[in-house]
């Protein structure tokens, strides 16, 4: 997966997710990968692919460099473009590869941009069922039926199943400041940093573990609000 960075927009209009198509599949053909899946949203691209000739990382360097040029150069803008690095895992039996093709299929219906898998238009859905550009539908096809016909039904049929799929999610941070620590500790009776410091060990360690499960949380944060070591807050369960 790719995004953009601080979450922005990387295509803004049709003309640039063509464009991104058109180097996933000139790539292609250099890198030699071979590409099962994909969904263009306004913000990130999902991608299932295995790598061949070069390995992944290089493969996306290629089509992310390339497709970040063009949009500087239409856009008149300089500089990033996506969000670090890609974010990958190894999908590892077929079970998973069609969990995370559907995954990919349905992503523009769960973030509501479409109705069903069939009507998404920059997903990978229409070269299964309609014309192969790039894809190659062979593998997850077969995992149905060697019969094509027969094939292509149960494949619709699976894409379009409700499901709670979870596939590479990547949630915003979410990072609790200071401030906010603390107000969280003034409503636990805690007014300031030396009464919390002259608890007895039970106590402290119970407010520790409190301040542990709050979400958006480090350790070296409350190491430095209550002045316990981290070594200390480590330890407390």
Same mark, same amino acid.
């Given at each position: 997966?790719?995004? /953009? #960075?601080?979450?922005?927009?990387? %295509?803004?209009?049709?003309?640039?997710?063509?464009?991104?198509? *058109?180097?996933? +599949?000139?790539?292609?053909?250099?890198?030699?990968?071979?590409?099962?899946?994909?969904?263009?949203?306004?913000?990130?691209?999902?991608?299932?692919?295995?790598?061949?000739? *070069?390995?992944?990382?290089? &493969?996306? +360097?290629?089509?992310?460099?390339?497709?970040?040029?063009?949009?500087?150069?239409?856009?008149?803008?300089?500089?990033?473009?996506?969000?670090?690095?890609?974010?990958? *895992?190894?999908?590892?039996?077929? &079970?998973?590869?069609?969990?995370?093709?559907?995954? #990919?299929?349905?992503?523009? !219906?769960? &973030? /509501?941009?479409?109705?069903?898998?069939? @009507?998404?238009?920059?997903?990978?859905?229409? *070269?299964?069922?309609? +014309?192969?550009?790039?894809?190659?539908?062979? %593998? /997850?096809?077969?995992?149905?039926?060697?019969?094509?016909?027969? &094939?292509?039904?149960? %494949? #619709?049929?699976?894409?379009?199943?409700?499901?709670?799929?979870?596939?590479?999610?990547?949630?915003?941070?979410?990072?609790?400041?200071?401030?906010? =620590? $603390? @107000?969280?500790?003034?409503?636990?009776?805690?007014?300031? !940093?030396?009464? %919390?410091?002259?608890?007895?060990?039970?106590?402290?360690?119970? #407010?520790?573990?409190?301040?542990?499960?709050?979400? /958006? =949380?480090? =350790?070296?944060?409350?190491?430095? !609000?209550?002045?316990?070591?981290?070594?200390?807050?480590? $330890? =407390?369960?």
């Amino acid at each position: 997966m790719l995004r /953009g #960075i601080n979450r922005q927009l990387i %295509f803004k209009d049709d003309e640039d997710k063509t464009r991104l198509l *058109e180097m996933l +599949k000139k790539y292609k053909d250099i890198s030699k990968y071979q590409l099962y899946g994909y969904c263009l949203m306004d913000n990130h691209i999902h991608l299932l692919l295995k790598e061949m000739k *070069e390995n992944v990382s290089e &493969a996306i +360097k290629r089509i992310s460099s390339s497709y970040v040029y063009w949009y500087n150069m239409k856009y008149e803008r300089c500089g990033h473009l996506f969000q670090e690095r890609f974010k990958s *895992e190894n999908v590892e039996d077929t &079970a998973y590869f069609l969990t995370v093709l559907r995954y #990919i299929h349905q992503s523009p !219906i769960k &973030a /509501g941009l479409s109705k069903n898998v069939s @009507e998404s238009e920059w997903t990978s859905i229409n *070269e299964y069922i309609r +014309k192969v550009n790039m894809v190659d539908i062979d %593998f /997850g096809l077969n995992l149905f039926s060697l019969d094509r016909s027969k &094939a292509i039904t149960l %494949f #619709i049929e699976y894409m379009q199943q409700p499901n709670d799929d979870q596939c590479l999610e990547e949630q915003a941070k979410v990072r609790m400041s200071d401030r906010e =620590v $603390r @107000e969280y500790l003034y409503k636990l009776g805690i007014t300031n !940093i030396s009464v %919390f410091q002259q608890m007895d060990k039970e106590n402290r360690d119970a #407010i520790l573990v409190m301040l542990k499960e709050l979400n /958006g =949380v480090t =350790v070296r944060q409350l190491s430095r !609000i209550t002045g316990v070591a981290k070594s200390v807050i480590h $330890r =407390v369960r």
